[in-house]
């Protein structure tokens, strides 16, 4: 038997793309992938038009609480994808490093976050099918 994929998503403020894609990944995944997130500076609570563009397809995130980012997050990552931010990560040799440059949802409305949650859902879709089809 092989073990569970494990998938770490990171962003600035953990409040906003990397939690939608965690709670898309984790969905989509339905526990056959190991699914963290956490970010460098991260906010006190998730972005509210984040929460509400996932609502709107029956995921909640309310409850999430963005993280820190640590050294062992990515140390017990096979794949870790960066959100477009600039962010600094650890390095550690064998794991896979992703970015995707997506737009930030921070201070954006519903109506310009909804694009970005689509963007983030067909990336995750393709990462599933890549990582539990291969």
Known sequence: ???TP???FVCVHNAGRSQMA???LRHYSLGRVAVRSAGSEPAEMVNPAAAAALAEWGLDITAEVPSKL???DVAVSDVVITMGCGDTCPV???KRYLD???EDPA????DAVRPIRDEIDRRVRGLVAEILDA
């Open 100 to 102: 995707w440059p997506l």
């Open 1 to 3: 038997m092989t073990r």
């Open 70 to 72: 640590s050294a062992e």
């Open 22 to 24: 965690a709670a898309l």
């Open 92 to 94: 550690f040799p064998g």
């Open 6 to 8: 494990e998938v770490l």
């Open 107 to 110: 201070g954006q409305g519903l």
